[in-house]
């Protein structure tokens, strides 16, 4: 496990005793042996710059219809000048438009993905997986018998949560969720549609693949 908690912790002194506990880097447990390496891989995918089908709104009435690349370059270039006009000044109203931009930006990305993303569960077929979606219209569009995410009642996430850990399904897809704190036994793979800027965040994702013989 990542993380001994304190009833693991009890649990094995009661089966063996007394033990020592090694603290060992992931690279070190692939390289002993301890997990398996898994194989990364990423798949690069290519903004539509032909079809204006991207609303780039202006305030709460305007708007203007971009290709995927318009729309990303733009919404770059105001996510770009925010950044400068805050380390300008430091206005905390400036930080909080200019993350609000980034975070719209980063939700359209995922956005895009999504037909790349239902290609690659196609080909998965039958592996036991994963997905860690972009946003609950994503999770809902993909795979809307396995989501679970904030929108749903604590029973239908508990239901398939289980359904998952009991395999009585093989698939599961999560909405800022499942990514530490929990073991998913024999996964095969996991696949992240958007990452965070964030190592822990990936960490903790990749973690969740980890237990399988030959992870994805």
């Given amino acids: 496990s990542a993380t001994v908690n304190n009833h693991q912790k009890a649990k094995l002194t009661a089966a063996i005793g007394s033990y020592n506990t090694i603290r060992i880097t992931l690279s070190e447990a692939f390289d002993n042996g301890v997990l398996p390496e898994p194989m990364v891989c990423f798949v690069g995918v290519n903004l539509d710059d032909n079809w204006a ?20 370059d733009k919404q770059s270039n ?4 925010l950044k400068e006009d805050f380390y300008k000044s430091y206005d905390p109203n400036i930080k909080s438009r200019w993350l609000m931009a980034a975070n719209k930006r980063k939700k359209f990305l995922a956005t895009t993905k999504t037909r ?6 196609q080909r998965l ?10 946003s609950i219209p994503q ?6 018998k396995f989501a679970i995410h904030s929108k749903n009642s604590k029973e239908v996430n508990a239901s398939r949560f289980n359904d998952f850990i009991d ?14 704190g929990v073991n998913l036994p024999e996964l ?3 696949v992240i549609v958007q990452l965070d800027n964030s190592v822990r965040y ?3 994702i990749l973690g969740r693949s980890l237990r399988s013989t030959n992870p994805v």
């Fill in 53 to 72: 089908n991207c609303k780039y709104e202006f305030g709460k009435t305007k708007h203007i219809m971009l290709t995927e690349k318009a729309w990303y």
């Fill in 78 to 81: 105001y996510v770009e000048s």
């Fill in 116 to 121: 790349y993303a239902r290609i690659l569960l």
């Fill in 125 to 134: 077929g039958n592996k036991r997986l994963i997905l860690f979606a972009g």
């Fill in 139 to 144: 999770a809902e569009s993909l795979m809307p």
């Fill in 167 to 180: 395999k009585k399904s093989d698939k599961i897809a999560a909405v800022g969720k499942l990514k530490e």
């Fill in 188 to 190: 095969d793979c996991a």
């Fill in 202 to 204: 990936y960490s903790q």
